[in-house]
């Protein structure tokens, strides 16, 4: 009896405590940290830049210790004097990407990135872990930080800012920083209209149309002096705000910023949890990295809808990609099972959610026949692999759009998690 309440107490004193657990080591605003991500295809480390201190802070104030997992980085911070963790996320990265190609094998190159946490009252030690494809895990960055030093930067730019959709205040809400790229200083209404349609198109796909009241949409107007996306592949060439582009990695769809920093940098203008930037471009892409950014093309008049979601489930919880082919199909290790919820090698399949999801009737693998077109399985063929990779169902958002409505049932149920874990 005495082992019973112990076990019944303890959960809930902490459920309790950590509102207070924020106000004991955490102040208004964010420590922005500024780093280069650098190395090659086997190796990778940080190089510190500058440390910032911007005005707002979008996160939880309860959920400050990651537990979901997900992602090749993990951000630990923890307070100096006890040595306690105090702050954890995991997150992925361009340069974990860029990792699988055939570049990475003869050169040294480094990203400039950004990590973020609540602003500290006191000192903290920050650290960033890296797991490779095999999930070997290491400590690649380590720094201990005074946030009374006077060498931290107050910012100083200016963005005009608006909402695009607001429901509750953002330390119990999703909050979403949506940035323009692309768009000259005459299209400010183009951006406000692109923004509009972004919002209500998340919100109309299951699971986040049942929980359209934990999403907040902000906007961040930076202009920028040419219209368009910059494509290096067709020698067309944009001098924007963010600088994204097509044809990363030769692929001719791939759009992203190199520039993460610059990223967060505008973003800051406003509370945020993620960031999804609107490229004013009519050529159908994008991208989107679990807890770094999302960017696609508002003006492609063809798919945008499906990808704004596609991309946006990848920035939200790191969802994979259901297909074959592509520019990253050496981004796995066959061997090992992978993080990604919606995706498996048959390694640990039975440490997934998804393994306890399948009917008993249905066979693991499943054969990708008409039969079993609507049944939740294990078919062959997902994370950019035609063998050894499984994805859940013949048909998801994160497979392909012709005639597909919605994400499979381990996507969706994958997603509505983490909404909730998030907006608690
Ligand atoms: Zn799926």
């Keep these: 009896m005495l082992i019973m309440s112990a076990v019944i107490v303890s959960p809930l004193n902490a459920a309790e405590k950590e509102p207070s657990r924020f106000d004991r080591f955490f102040t208004e605003g964010t420590m922005r940290i500024n780093l280069q991500h650098c190395g090659d295809a086997t190796s990778e480390e940080y190089f510190l830049e500058d440390i910032v201190r911007d005005s707002y802070w979008g996160g939880s104030k309860k959920y400050l210790i990651d537990t979901l997992g997900y992602g090749f980085q993990h951000l630990r911070v923890y307070d100096a004097a006890t040595d306690s963790l105090i702050y954890s996320r995991g997150y992925c990265t361009i340069f974990n990407e860029w990792q699988a190609t055939p570049q990475a094998q003869t050169t040294r190159k480094s990203y400039p990135e950004s990590v973020i946490l609540p602003y500290p009252k006191a000192a903290v030690r920050v650290e960033i872990t890296a797991r490779d494809k095999s999930r070997n895990e290491k400590r690649i960055f380590s720094h201990t930080i005074d946030p009374s030093d006077y060498q931290i930067v107050r910012p100083q730019e200016r963005y005009e800012t608006f909402d695009v959709i607001y429901n509750r205040p953002s330390d119990k809400a999703i909050d979403i920083a949506i940035l323009s790229e692309g768009y000259t200083a005459d299209q400010k209404e183009l951006f406000e209209q692109n923004c509009r349609e972004f919002a209500e198109a998340i919100l109309s796909f299951s699971p986040f149309k049942e929980n359209r009241r934990r999403f907040n949409f902000r906007a961040v107007w930076v202009p920028s002096k040419e219209s368009g996306v910059s494509m290096p592949g067709e020698n067309y060439w944009r001098n924007t705000a963010l600088g994204a582009r097509f044809y990363t990695f030769y692929s001719e769809r791939y759009q992203i910023v190199n520039d993460f920093r610059r990223v967060r940098q505008v973003a800051a203008a406003v509370p945020y949890d993620y960031i999804y930037i609107l490229s004013n471009s009519q050529k159908y892409g994008g991208g989107g990295i679990y807890n770094f950014y999302g960017i ?78 609507n049944t939740l399985g294990v078919f062959e063929g997902g994370g950019y692999n035609e063998k050894g990779i499984y994805r859940p169902a013949m048909k998801c958002l994160m497979n392909s759009f012709g005639g597909v409505e919605e994400f499979c049932p381990v996507c969706k149920a994958a997603l509505s998690k983490t909404i909730r874990t998030l907006s608690e």
Excluded: C, Q
């Design 296 to 373: 696609s093309s508002a003006a492609d008049p063809s798919n945008h809808l499906k990808v704004y979601v596609h991309e946006f489930a990848h920035l939200f919880m790191g969802l994979a990609d259901e297909y074959v082919g592509g520019a990253e199909e050496g981004l796995y290790d066959l061997s090992v099972e992978p993080w990604e919820e919606n995706i498996t090698t048959l390694k640990e399949f039975d440490k997934k959610a998804w393994s306890r999801m399948i009917d008993d009737k249905t066979p693991v693998p499943t054969p990708a026949e008409k039969r079993y077109e």
